[in-house]
């Protein structure tokens, strides 16, 4: 679906990103980790071609994106960014604005199909209740889930998240990690998202990317990245790492300074 | 859908009703009153009274062209407000204005009207006003990202720059041509030129045509510039006739009428309080509201100290101003954040 080659792309003169190649098959889960500052963020601007490949090229359903239109690309790429401006609308406008990709030449209405759209994804993330509601006046969690419902009202193929789990308790959290696996599987969507959470990226996630320093360090399933000599060399901590009781997967566990001394000591 | 369709298209009777009436009081006050009953009489009478000249050569080119600016002004507010996504910018806090002032006055000193046509004068007003524009986007824009703290205090110097200008013009400039620029510095809405009226007409019109096409990307765009990329609206296409279209609608106004302040940043406000803040409704309604809003304050000038005149840039900056003032502290709603 989607076919990174050879992608080097940054900020002005500030290169972020070297030389980076990914296939991602569809309805894929994929996961992006990585340090603060690795470039994560980076690769999903690339991918909506906010910011322009220095090298290489983005391949979408075998077409360079460099040659969809915008409103092309966004009829297939839908993306959650991490905190979008909040106007003072109600969660339905907000919603209804996913639709604008659809809208033709001198179309100023939205028809009744863009509004069954709109109240089925509304009802897929658990959002009706929340219609009429203010969009400033919503908390964090039900912030996430209208993000998405606006995305999924892109009718999109390809959904990217920017750590959709930022700052929410965990019930949230698992909410919106069990509606993204739902989607992907229900629905055939195909997913990539950023996570800094790595036991969750390993819990959700088919596959992972593990970015460092703006190259590819390594991918694959969640106990193929996240053994504790990648996790130590990459993030410089000492970490031990389990497996998950029930799902068999691994789990990281941090490992304070204090409590290393002390083994040191014995 | 269709109630939301019915509640906009009764907005628009209730402001194009506001419109009307307020032209009617317009066309009837004045240092000779004529009563509304008599105007019929006097159309059907046709040319030759005073009274007729009074109302279709002095009045009524008057209304239109306070419908024309009052129209554009307003139209230009809300595209800027839509653009920079800050409720406080305007055509007059951003400078834009005072970027239009200047190219008129140049134009004056250097006398291109008389050589180049009067068509040269609203010309001049667009290149000032779009010179001014790029110069506060290129200004704030800080690694691709807009920086809106520092967009109005920018806008503001550009204005003091603008106007010291105007004033090292008028100094060294001729006493006839000094003459010229004061009494069009001033503002008002007397324009002897129907040529220059039918212009404003037209531009004013198509402005709101022209940004009409853009209402959809313009609500794209209040999720800020990232967002309406991913929405599949072409952000650089869009913003770079936006941009042009608010320094047309500006510099045509402030060519023909000086600088007007205000307009573009009240009447919005107010607008957005009823209708909210969906530009497919947004942009007719503060069109018809600011066409309403200009044309009561010029009428406003020109009786208050009768037979005397006021310029009509006071009465804007004294009504909008205070109602801004009011309206700030009364509701946060209009600010479009919390």
Redesign the interface.
């Known amino acids: 679906m989607l076919n990174i080659k050879n992608l080097t792309c940054g900020?002005?003169s500030k290169i972020v990103l070297r030389d980076i190649s990914l296939r991602i098959e569809s309805r894929e889960l994929v996961g992006i980790i990585g340090p603060n500052g690795s470039g994560k963020t980076t690769l999903l601007?690339a991918i909506?071609?906010?910011i322009k490949p220095a090298k290489g090229e983005i391949l979408f359903e075998g077409k360079n994106i460099e040659e969809l239109?915008?409103?092309?690309?966004?009829?297939n790429i839908?993306?959650v960014?991490q905190s979008?401006?909040?106007?003072?609308?109600s969660v339905e406008?907000f919603v209804l604005?996913?639709r604008?990709?659809h809208?033709k030449r001198?179309q100023?209405?939205?028809t009744?199909k863009d509004?069954e759209i709109a109240k089925k994804c509304a009802i897929l993330t658990d959002t009706l209740k929340l219609k009429d509601r203010p969009m400033?006046?919503i908390s964090g969690g039900e912030r996430q889930l209208t993000l998405i419902a606006r995305a999924l009202t892109?009718e999109p193929k390809l959904l990217l998240l920017d750590e959709p789990t930022a700052h929410l308790d965990i019930t949230h959290q698992a909410a919106i990690l069990d509606l993204i696996r739902r989607l992907n599987r229900e629905f055939g969507l195909t997913v990539i998202m950023v996570l800094h959470d790595l036991n969750l990226a390993s819990e959700y996630c088919h596959r992972l990317v593990l970015i460092n320093e703006g190259r590819i360090y390594k991918t694959g399933l969640p106990q193929e990245v996240l053994n504790y000599r990648i996790i130590e060399e990459v993030y410089k901590t000492v970490v031990v790492v389990e497996k998950n009781p029930i799902s068999f997967k691994p789990y990281i566990l941090v490992v304070s300074e204090e409590e290393r001394q002390k083994r040191g000591e014995r | 859908m269709r109630e939301k369709l019915i509640r906009w298209i009764i907005w628009i009777l209730i402001l194009g009703g506001i419109l009307l009436g307020v032209s009617i009081f317009s066309l009837c006050v004045g240092s000779a009153g004529i009563p509304v009953k008599k105007i019929v009489s006097l159309i059907l009478e046709g040319r030759g009274t005073t009274e007729y000249s009074i109302l279709f050569d002095i009045r009524l080119p008057r209304i239109i062209l306070g419908f024309a600016i009052g129209g554009a002004l307003s139209l230009a507010g809300v595209i800027l407000q839509g653009m920079f996504r800050n409720p406080l910018v305007e055509p007059y806090t951003l400078g834009i204005s005072g970027g239009a002032a200047l190219g008129v006055c140049l134009n004056i000193v250097f006398r291109l009207n008389k050589a180049l046509g009067i068509l040269s004068l609203p010309l001049c007003g667009f290149l000032g006003a779009l010179l001014v524009i790029l110069l506060v986007y290129s200004l704030s824009m800080r690694k691709g990202i807009l920086k809106i703290q520092g967009l109005l205090l920018t806008g503001v110097m550009i204005s003091f720059i603008s106007s010291s200008l105007i004033m090292l013009i008028m100094a060294i400039s001729r006493t006839e041509d000094l003459h010229g620029i004061v009494f069009w510095i001033m503002g008002s809405l007397e324009e002897p030129n129907w040529f220059l009226i039918k212009i404003a007409l037209l531009v004013s019109i198509l402005g709101l045509v022209i940004s009409y096409l853009f209402s959809i990307d313009l609500n794209a765009f209040a999720l800020g510039e990232e967002e309406a990329l991913h929405l599949g609206v072409n952000t650089e296409r869009t913003k770079k006739i936006l941009f042009i279209l608010a320094s047309l609608l500006t510099g045509c106004s402030v060519s023909m009428a000086g600088i007007i302040g205000f307009v573009g940043l009240v009447v919005p406000h107010f607008v957005r309080m009823f209708v909210g803040g969906d530009h497919r409704i947004l942009l007719v309604s503060s069109f018809l509201c600011g066409a309403s809003f200009l044309i009561f304050c010029d009428t406003l000038a020109r009786t208050v100290i009768s037979p005397m005149e006021l310029p009509v840039g006071v009465i804007t900056g004294i009504l909008g101003g205070s109602l801004f003032v009011y309206a700030l502290t009364k509701r946060q709603v209009l600010l479009g954040e919390k």
Not at chain 1, 69 to 75: F, N, P, S, T
């Open positions: 900020y002005d601007r909506t071609k906010i239109r915008y409103k092309e690309l966004a009829k839908a993306v960014s979008p401006a909040i106007n003072f609308m406008e604005l996913g604008i990709p809208y001198f100023f209405l939205e009744n509004k400033p006046e892109q």
